[in-house]
């Protein structure tokens, strides 16, 4: 291998370790969201590690390719994807307060709430027509917040007195 492919090689290592330094806890938050696993104990959330590392893997492998574009919606974008297909596969719940959605409803979820990606954005990613991410993430909200619904969590938010 030649000094210029080496160097080349070695900065876009160090680029990459620098974004992932600055991004990753927020890219494991979010696989985190979106497996539904429990963030305690400490190491709990091996689901959302292993998601996250493909996720990583796929984002490095197409690293130089980036043309100047946000890396982190590059690894967003994987890590939807790698969750997308591996929730077909796997629909069983992990638990916690997401884990009452489906896995289509905790991404768009995950994606418009917590990523605060556009609703246009979030139907192209997952393929989706605008209107039918719309009345996931709406339907996702309402499961939340009503007592009960699909499991046995209980309501998100403070509780109301009866008067």
């Not at 590690?49 to 982190?72: F, I, K, M, Q, V």
């Not at 916690?96 to 979030?122: D, F, K």
């Not at 192209?124 to 709406?138: H, I, K, M, Q």
Request: hydrophobic share 40%.
């Amino acid at each position: 291998m030649s000094e210029r492919a080496e160097h080349r090689d070695r900065l876009r290592a160090q680029e990459f370790e620098a974004f992932v330094a600055g991004a990753g806890g927020r890219l494991l938050h979010t696989a985190t969201l979106l497996t539904a696993e429990p963030p305690e104990p400490p190491g709990a959330y091996a689901r959302a590690e292993r998601l996250l590392c493909a996720a990583l893997a796929r984002t490095y492998a197409s690293w130089s390719r980036t043309g100047g574009g946000d890396p982190y919606d590059l690894a967003r974008r994987e890590l939807a994807l790698r969750f997308a297909r591996e929730a077909r596969r796997h629909r069983r719940s992990r638990g916690g307060v997401l884990g009452r959605l489906t896995p289509v409803e905790r991404l768009v979820l995950v994606l418009r709430v917590y990523e605060e990606v556009g609703e246009e954005q979030t139907a192209a990613l997952l393929g989706l027509p605008a209107d039918r991410v719309r009345a996931v993430c709406a339907r996702s909200v309402a499961a939340l917040r009503s007592p009960g619904s699909r499991g046995s969590a209980g309501p998100v938010g403070p509780r109301r007195r009866a008067s």
